[in-house]
T-cell receptor
Framework: DSGVTQTPKHLITATGQRVTLRCSPRSGDLSVYWYQQSLDQGLQFLIQYYNGEERAKGNILERFSAQQFPDLHSELNLSSLELGDSALYFC??????????????FGPGTRLTVL | AQKITQTQPGMFVQEKEAVTLDCTYDTSDQSYGLFWYKQPSSGEMIFLIYQGSYDEQNATEGRYSLNFQKARKSANLVISASQLGDSAMYFCALTGGAGSYQLTFGKGTKLSVIP
């Protein structure tokens, strides 16, 4: 158990809908990272928050947004869903700068299926 | 741009034998970090080992060691005494420079351990 929790574990929805994925980081970690794992794109970094502020952005679509709350949990909002958004979405928590040697602890992931 | 290349889509190894999973990387940063993660069929991402670009010695963690050859830009994972539970996808990841907040992943290698 990494200490990172993600809910829900599975999500099935229809095209055009909006969903919210939730993540609680490990105790003491201020950084939350979101990743998307799909068959065609592999594992891709989406966005990072640190202590409530956006710190880095990757290949995140404009239809997607995220935020980190004062209690440090984070939510990833996906709207106007398309079939291609079906993927495993990971949340990870860790240090602010990975080059400081700290590992990122990954949550169990949320598997999103868009029908 | 940073890039990770894992050229072995799949590999087989006999139980109790050692196996090397290849990883080459490309980065223009002087300071960077290399990670290996394991993803079993259950889907979670498990941190295995970390190597910093300025670390003089190769990293080791139990049965895992990282064969770091900086001049060749390679960071191969060596698993000694393979076990059936080692069957999984293995991902090499890179961080550093302006993207020091996020991990860039390779496409992964599927390792199958044969009894």
């Amino acid at each position: 158990d990494s200490g990172v929790t993600q809910t829900p574990k599975h999500l099935i929805t229809a095209t055009g809908q909006r969903v919210t994925l939730r993540c609680s980081p490990r105790s003491g970690d201020l950084s939350v990272y979101w990743y998307q794992q799909s068959l065609d794109q592999g594992l891709q970094f989406l966005i990072q928050y640190y202590n409530g502020e956006e710190r880095a952005k990757g290949n995140i679509l404009e239809r997607f947004s995220a935020q980190q709350f004062p209690d440090l949990h984070s939510e990833l909002n996906l709207s106007s869903l398309e079939l291609g958004d079906s993927a495993l979405y990971f949340c990870a928590s860790g240090p602010l700068r990975l080059r400081d040697g700290g590992e990122q602890f990954f949550g169990p992931g949320t598997r999103l299926t868009v029908l | 741009a940073q890039k990770i290349t894992q050229t072995q889509p799949g590999m087989f190894v006999q139980e109790k034998e050692a196996v090397t999973l290849d990883c080459t990387y490309d980065t223009s940063d002087q300071s960077y970090g290399l990670f290996w993660y394991k993803q079993p069929s259950s889907g979670e991402m498990i941190f295995l080992i970390y190597q910093g670009s300025y670390d003089e010695q190769n990293a080791t963690e139990g049965r895992y060691s990282l064969n770091f050859q900086k001049a060749r830009k390679s960071a191969n994972l060596v698993i000694s005494a393979s076990q059936l539970g080692d069957s999984a996808m293995y991902f090499c990841a890179l961080t550093g420079g302006a993207g020091s907040y996020q991990l860039t992943f390779g496409k992964g290698t599927k390792l199958s351990v044969i009894p």
